[in-house]
């Protein structure tokens, strides 16, 4: 199982991103899927989860509004769209899957500073 995340890099306060995490060697459609982010010198918090069938989404309270997590079953890739972002979403982001989501990535930077 391989889990690829994309899209990071710096953008300015109140600007946006795309995240992706393509994966391989997953029966994908089969498997929620969870984005998480680690700040310097902080813990990783969950930040975005998607079910499944993309049914169910939920998300951290300090992201509700301004992220979205989707998924495209056909590109086996999750995305996560980050709008309005501010310098405290400065962190490594990073997806992980499969069973008890044991499978991750190995994270994209995203800098927010001007």
């Known amino acids: 199982v391989q889990l690829v995340e994309s899209g990071g890099g710096l953008v300015q306060p109140g600007g946006s991103l795309r995240l992706s995490c393509q994966t391989s060697?997953?029966?994908?459609?089969?498997?929620?899927f969870k984005w998480h982010r680690q700040a310097p010198g902080q813990a990783r918090d969950l930040v975005a989860l998607?079910?499944?069938?993309?049914?169910?989404?939920d998300y951290a309270d300090s992201v509700k509004g301004r992220f979205t997590i989707s998924r495209d079953d056909a590109k086996e890739t999750v995305y996560l769209q980050m709008n309005n972002l501010n310098p405290e979403a400065t962190s490594v982001y990073s997806c992980?899957?499969?069973?008890?989501?044991?499978?991750w990535g190995q994270g994209t930077q995203v800098p927010v500073s001007s």
């Open positions: 992980s899957s499969g069973v008890r989501f044991t499978s």
């Open positions: 998607i079910s499944s069938r993309g049914g169910t989404r």
């Open positions: 060697g997953l029966s994908f459609v089969n498997y929620a």
